[in-house]
């Protein structure tokens, strides 16, 4: 199943703009933090998520 980055950013702008104290820098707590903000269950959707959430918080160009 092919994953739209247009879903990885909605998603990952949806969380930042809710939740912006449950993300930081770090890739891993805001994997954790996507499993428990968000009802996905795919593993490869929650981890793209966190990537786009961490490259935004860290200022860098994100692109999906």
Request: avoid cysteine; aromatic fraction near 8%.
């Amino acid at each position: 199943m092919a994953i739209k980055p247009k879903y990885v950013k909605q998603m990952g702008n949806l969380l930042l703009e809710r939740y912006p104290e449950a993300f930081n820098t770090d890739f891993e707590t805001n994997k954790e933090s996507v499993e428990k903000l968000t009802n996905v269950e795919s593993k490869e959707v929650r981890n793209r998520i966190a990537g786009y959430v961490t490259r935004k918080k860290a200022g860098i160009r994100a692109e999906a």
